[in-house]
Each structure stands twice: as C-alpha cells, then as structure tokens.
C-alpha cells in the first residue's frame, strides 16, 4: 500500500471511529464493536466470547459470521492462532475499516449476507456472534451455517437470553427477535448436536450517563494520542475490576436454576455445536 493510499484509509478509519462514537453519545447506540470507542464494559464482553473462541480454533479453517469491523478475526487469527479466518459482513464501510485496522496475513473479509451465502464443507469452525437475533430468516442462517463446516465442524453462536421463550419484540431495536435460555438451544438442535453451553451473565447497573461519557472522553483521548504522538495506553478495563461488572464467562453446569436466567439473572449464552 503507497502512503497516499495508506494516509486515505487512516483517515477513513478515523472518521469511522468518530461516527461509531458521536452514535453512542446522541444516541445510545452500539452496535458495532469499534476498538477504544465503546464502552469498556462492551469491550470487555465481546472479547471475553472470542477468547473463548480461540479455545476451538488452533490451525483450523475458521468463518467469522458478521464480523463487523474484524477485531474479533484478528484475536482468532493472531492470538487463536487459527489456520485461516474469513469475515463475512454485510456492510462493505465495516470491513474496508477491519482491512486496514485488523487485518492480518491469514484474514480474509468478504461483504456477503449471512442468511443467503451457499458453501459447502468449507470451514472446520463458524463462528456467530450477536448475529442470529438480528436476522429474519434465522432457519436459513442455521441451515448455511451447517452446509458450510466440514464433517464433525463446530459452530460457536452466542445470543442474549430472553425472559420469555420466543420475544418477537425485544427492547433493542436492531433485534428481530431473542429467545429464552432452552429455547434456543431447542432451534438449534434440528441440525446440530450441542456439546457444550456457556453463560456470560452480569448484574443489572444503572452507571449515571455523566459517567459514561466522561469514560468515553477519556478513551478517544487516549486514541489520538496513540494516532498521532505514538503513545500507549489501555484499552481494556483490567480483569479484575471487569468481572466486577460482567462476569467471567462459565460452562453451564446447572449451577443456576434455568428459570433464574434471563429473569433474575441476565446476559448470553454461549452454545458450542457439533454439525450432524
């Protein structure tokens, strides 16, 4: 890449970076996991469940399903040591900036929709999400998803758990539907054997906004002077005050009750299948 082309899509990622934050101040939103402008509590959450990833992954051929703007790849690619990792994402905005911020050697992202895409016995991993409650047809999602891994693959796919067994109007906006904690294990089992189910709860905080906003400040600062003067600083709270705030993730072990979840107790579950 020249320095011409390079200083364009810095400045693109910049700009990106700026809307991502300017979306979460005016309007509370989040959706996409934009390293140093989120919330470090997001942050924390979303990193966790790929590290749980890279548990599964070594020298595998790995899908990132709606990859977003690839973090989430490169901890795969680099840190999970995986053979190889595609990101699929549906907005080409979000992997021109995964290109430049998270590429790496053995990444590569492609705009496709995650609903129609057709591999066959392409990956020994796909990996899911945050992904299915935002799509309208889920079942072909699922059904794409187990055409695509290779005999025996596994499909790692976290989702909210909903208090009610099927909520067809959750309160997030961006959310098509969320499901209670059996309940989607029960869409799954159709076409994969689930070996494994973990939960990654946290308890209900109400942090004051001037707060969160004066955290946010503190973290774009810190991304501009590690931009443009070279220095470091963190980006992620450390472990031990973040399972303060969210908890760790664990394996389901029934040690707690399964009505306690999604009610009393709140989060994702973390499910890891095996294709049939």
């Not at 749980?52 to 990859?67: E, H, P, S, T, W």
């Not at 969320?178 to 159709?190: C, N, R, Y």
């Not at 990654?200 to 002077?225: E, F, V």
Request: proline share 4%; with cysteine.
């Amino acid at each position: 890449m020249t320095e011409k082309n390079n200083l364009a899509e810095e400045v693109f990622c910049l700009q990106y970076e700026l809307n991502t934050l300017a979306n979460l101040l005016l309007r509370g939103e989040s959706e996409r996991w934009v390293p140093g402008f989120l919330r470090e509590i997001t942050e924390f959450s979303h990193s966790e469940r790929y590290k749980l990833a890279c548990k599964y992954i070594r020298g595998k051929k790995v899908l990132d399903v709606a990859c977003g703007t690839g973090k989430g790849s490169n901890i795969m690619a680099t840190v999970g040591a995986a053979m190889h990792v595609t990101g699929f994402d549906i907005q080409p905005e979000a992997l021109r900036y995964a290109n430049h911020r998270n590429g790496a050697s053995n990444i590569n992202f492609k705009v496709a929709d995650v609903q129609t895409f057709e591999l066959t016995n392409e990956f020994d991993v796909v990996v899911s999400f945050e992904t299915i409650e935002h799509l309208t047809n889920y079942k072909a999602f699922l059904v794409n998803v187990s055409k695509c891994l290779k005999s025996d693959g596994l499909f790692i796919v976290s989702t909210p758990i909903s208090s009610l067994p099927l909520n067809e109007y959750p309160d997030n906006p961006h959310h098509v539907q969320e499901w209670g904690f059996m309940e989607f294990q029960a869409i799954l089992e159709d076409l994969f054997d689930i070996e494994k189910v973990y939960v990654q709860l946290y308890p209900k905080i109400n942090t004051p906004s001037i707060q969160r906003k004066n955290d946010l400040s503190r973290r774009i600062t810190n991304k501009i002077k590690r931009t443009f003067l070279g220095t470091e600083a963190p980006v992620l709270v450390p472990d031990s005050q973040a399972t303060t705030i969210f908890s760790a993730i664990e394996e389901f072990t029934q040690q707690y009750a399964k009505e306690e979840l999604g009610t009393l107790r709140y989060g994702y579950q973390i499910v890891i299948a095996k294709a049939k």
